[in-house]
């Protein structure tokens, strides 16, 4: 069993920053990636950013010099950086691992709105 707790989504107004926070916790062995996607109202979730045990990062287009993924493999944390945000960047962010098999968060809200 594995469990992932977020933190850090809210509202923020456009220009603003966020950081968001994932654990993960429970049966945890050889983790291949983690990371987010995100999913707005009435789209389908789609790829923020995953980050390998090795340090690898992937990044959508549209994120790529405003967000930054990191890890702290000792904590199986995983966190995103989310600088200049925009009022396309509102949806539930999820964060996800990839082990055997993989598994997904609960989801955090982020609202980017004057």
């Known amino acids: 069993q594995v469990q992932l707790v977020e933190s850090g989504g809210g509202l923020v107004q456009p220009g603003g920053s966020l950081r968001l926070s994932c654990a993960a916790s429970g049966s945890i062995f050889s983790i291949y990636y983690m990371g987010w996607y995100r999913q707005a109202p009435g789209n389908q979730r789609d790829l923020v950013a995953v980050?390998?045990?090795?340090?690898?990062?992937t990044y959508a287009d549209s994120v790529k010099g405003r967000f930054t993924i990191s890890r702290d493999n000792a904590k199986n944390t995983v966190y995103l950086q989310m600088n200049s945000l925009n009022a396309e960047d509102t949806a539930v962010y999820y964060c996800?691992?990839?082990?055997?098999?993989?598994?997904w968060g609960q989801g955090t809200q982020v609202t980017v709105s004057s």
């Open positions: 996800t691992v990839r082990m055997t098999r993989t598994y």
């Open positions: 980050i390998t045990s090795g340090g690898m990062t």
